[in-house]
């Protein structure tokens, strides 16, 4: 059923009290008259209160046009005059008090609609970027505690206010349990129409009290302790709006595959499933995902804009639903920025570069948030603190990213004057989407559904803890330039230390080279002179000792850098001079068994050669002994026959 509770309300008064219906009462009317119009004007208060309550709750100011209307209409139709506070109504005629009552009624009725008309500026301010805040003066009403337009004032209409701006400071918070108090004392005593609203303004009492509170906590009312578990609250159907409660049961291949399909066009899907990515545990393929998402909304994005509705809203209901679509384009890509600057190694070319893609949706949308640059001064004031650790930095680099920095804290505090002016919420859905339906036959609408609280107060002390550390910037910048100067002169004298040791080193190669030579001419000396060698042996000899100095001179080359100079061994084999080492030890050896070989063909055919001398001189010797024996006889024959 499509009510219109304003329009009831309006429509209701101008028929309970047409115009002129006071002319038509004097002094000489009688009780029974007045009675049933004192009832007539004490049940309108009621009934004000009720419909004027509906139609805030409901949200029916964004979504019916005529309200602006209407309110002009009525604040028209009652004409409120001033009260005299000082008027006795007990001594005054039935008439004075008639005129008096009304008087209240219009007056109160005049406030209420004053406040729903800040309400409605009130809701401007969040969904219009470039609006201007309005302030509206009301009237005082009479003290009258049967008055109930008045708890439209004192109750709807902060809690209406508190679903833009919800109350993270003190004085407001208090101001929710104040109001949680009352509502449940006079629910109790009410009748059942006023219960149905009494009721929901209950839920979204607590609510809102489950927004700013999770763990329990003390109030005092009238001096006596009461404890609160904002978990124990009931919030009824509200309760699949709060942030936590988002992802229950959320299963994220049925939101993907009705992206893939093309199938979602609400906002929510998109909208949680980006901070579904954003808020569960890294993956490498999520920044797939959202880049997939992304690509996916740009779509319903652009289908959306080619709408007029999209494209030039003109009614606060268009208003509301095209600042969604935009709230949540720049949800999407501060998801992703976030992800980024928290879980990757952003360098200044990548933090611009996407920042600037960021700004270029602000401005396209009119939606100047703040979130994109403190995600970027923090993945910056990091970068720096990273470099300044270190002496190998250079100014050039630190003093680009100052600058940046320098830039975004004045976005940042830009962007968070805006935010806080327009009350903004990380995402918006549209008015649909933000739609509950309750068990008393009217909606409830809630414009800050899923999205955790923005503490503004907190942020601004962000802003001042960043001016702060960046002022800190220039002294921990100086302080690392004189710790790189003394690292610099640090290594200086290493580097100096470093070349004696070298030099020191070198010098034993040159030493063992030098006793390598020496040993050398002192064994070719001894060799030269022997006296009983031939001159191919003595070649030889010279040789074989220059091989055997040679292969000594080439191992202590090869094992100096490991012993003398304590160059590690992995780093070492990879150097030319053990490659060439290597070389010359393994020709060396191979040298070494060849004159080996070859010194032992030597002695062989030394041997073989002494071996035929030894025979031919056996040989000889016989001859010699045979012929001196044979001449011995003959000379003893030739003396016996002399004789």
Request: charged share 30%.
């Amino acid at each position: 059923m499509d009510n219109f509770y304003l329009k009831e309300c309006y429509e209701s008064y101008k028929s309970t009290f047409p115009e002129g219906w006071l002319d038509s009462l004097d002094e000489q009317s009688g009780e029974e008259l007045f009675e049933p119009l004192f009832e007539k004007i004490k049940q309108f208060s009621e009934k004000g209160f009720i419909l004027f309550s509906k139609s805030a709750i409901s949200g029916e100011y964004i979504q019916k046009e005529e309200v602006v209307d209407i309110i002009t209409r009525f604040i028209t139709a009652i004409s409120p005059l001033e009260i005299d506070p000082n008027i006795d109504l007990d001594k005054e005629s039935n008439l004075s008090k008639i005129k008096e009552s009304i008087k209240g009624l219009n007056a109160s009725l005049y406030n209420a609609l004053r406040h729903y008309q800040a309400l409605i500026e009130f809701a401007k301010d969040k969904f219009e970027p470039y609006s201007i805040e309005n302030k509206y003066t009301s009237f005082r009403t009479k003290v009258n505690v049967s008055n109930l337009l008045d708890q439209f004032i004192e109750i709807t209409f902060p809690l209406c206010r508190f679903d833009y701006q919800l109350p993270t400071n003190e004085d407001d918070f208090y101001k929710i349990l104040h109001i949680s108090t009352i509502l449940n004392e006079i629910n109790l005593k009410s009748n059942q129409y006023l219960k149905d609203v009494y009721s929901v303004l209950i839920l979204k009492c607590n609510f809102i009290i489950k927004r700013i509170k999770i763990a329990p906590f003390e109030y005092s009312l009238d001096f006596s302790i009461e404890n609160i578990d904002p978990e124990r609250l009931d919030i009824g159907i509200l309760a699949h709006f709060l942030p936590n409660s988002a992802f229950n049961d959320f299963d994220e291949k049925e939101f993907l595959e009705k992206i893939k399909s093309n199938e979602a066009l609400d906002l929510k899907s998109y909208a949680l499933l980006m901070w579904y990515y954003r808020e569960k545990p890294i993956m490498r393929d999520d920044i797939k995902k959202m880049d997939f998402v992304i690509e996916k909304f740009e779509k319903l994005y652009s289908s959306k804009q080619s709408l007029p509705a999209y494209r030039t809203p003109q009614s606060l209901l268009e208003k509301c639903n095209k600042f969604a679509l935009d709230s949540v384009y720049n949800f999407l890509y501060n998801c992703r920025f976030s992800f980024l600057s928290e879980f990757g190694e952003l360098s200044l070319k990548d933090i611009r570069l996407k920042l600037r893609v960021i700004e270029d949706i602000q401005q396209k949308t009119a939606v100047n948030n703040f979130h994109p640059y403190k995600k970027a001064i923090e993945a910056i004031f990091k970068c720096i603190h990273k470099h300044l650790k270190t002496t190998s930095f250079e100014d050039r680099v630190i003093d680009d990213k100052i600058a940046e920095l320098d830039r975004l804290i004045k976005k940042y505090e830009k962007a968070l004057k805006w935010s806080r002016q327009h009350k903004f919420f990380p995402f918006q859905l549209t008015f649909e989407e933000s739609i509950s339906t309750s068990s008393v036959e009217f909606n409830i609408f809630t414009p800050s559904v899923y999205v955790n609280v923005i503490d503004y107060n907190k942020q601004i002390e962000n802003l001042k803890i960043f001016k702060q550390q960046r002022e800190l910037l220039d002294f921990h910048k100086e302080l690392s330039n004189d710790r790189k100067k003394i690292e610099e002169h640090k290594n200086s004298i290493e580097a100096i230390k470093s070349n004696i040791e070298r030099s020191e080193k070198k010098n034993y190669e040159l030493i063992g080279l030098f006793t390598a030579v020496i040993t050398f001419l002192f064994g070719a000396i001894n060799i030269f002179t022997a006296n009983d060698t031939s001159l191919s042996q003595i070649i030889v000899n010279t040789s074989g000792l220059g091989v055997v100095l040679l292969l000594f001179l080439v191992v202590f080359l090869f094992a100096s850098p490991i012993f003398i100079q304590q160059i590690e061994i992995r780093k070492y084999i990879k150097t030319w001079r053990f490659a060439l080492l290597s070389v010359f030890v393994i020709s060396t050896i191979g040298v070494f068994v060849y004159f080996a070989q070859t010194v032992k063909q030597e002695q062989l055919n030394l041997d073989k050669a002494n071996q035929e001398k030894s025979k031919t001189r056996d040989l000889s010797a016989s001859i010699t002994d045979k012929d001196s024996t044979h001449f011995k006889s003959t000379a003893i024959k030739k003396s016996n026959q002399t004789k």
